[in-house]
């Protein structure tokens, strides 16, 4: 059996915040995404954004590399809990490079699969927000 705590500790890691808050560190910043500016969208936090950016593009230029393992988590050290667990391939299903990583700095709706489309882990949290469309022409959200 692996002790998840203990396996990560011998992993490279980029330990950072998932969402831009405010102040208070619980109100997610939000902004309008789509072709109408009409789906409120959580918003990453800048130092995640940089982090995805530096690890992908570094990795994309080993041929070793193979992709990346992500875990949201609460805690730390022996206290971790993971949230979620998931994985990015550097192969995709029909390309040398997945399409979730591909010009990680500009694909802001996939980014290794933490994308602001509603496919992908920014795009779906933010679906569950209420007010998720808003009605830009008579400012009412649904």
Do not use: C
């Not at 995640?48 to 992908?56: H, K, L, P, R, T």
């Not at 050290?77 to 997945?98: F, H, Q, W």
């Not at 990583?101 to 992908?120: Q, T, V």
Request: no cysteine.
């Amino acid at each position: 059996m692996i002790h998840l705590p203990e396996w990560l500790a011998q992993q490279e890691q980029h330990l950072t915040p998932l969402f831009e808050t405010a102040g208070d560190g619980l109100s997610v910043n939000t902004h309008l995404r789509g072709k109408e500016k009409n789906r409120l969208t959580l918003t990453r936090h800048s130092s995640f954004d940089a982090a995805m950016i530096g690890m992908v593009t570094e990795g994309l230029e080993d041929d070793t590399w193979q992709g990346f393992l992500y875990v949201m988590h609460t805690g730390e050290g022996n206290d971790l809990t993971p949230r979620y667990i998931g994985k990015a391939e550097k192969k995709g299903v029909t390309n040398p490079v997945s399409a979730n990583l591909i010009r990680i700095a500009s694909n802001h709706d996939k980014f290794g699969r933490w994308g602001y489309n509603k496919a992908y882990h920014i795009g779906e949290l933010s679906h569950a927000v209420p007010g998720f469309y808003l009605d830009a022409s008579s400012g009412i959200r649904s």
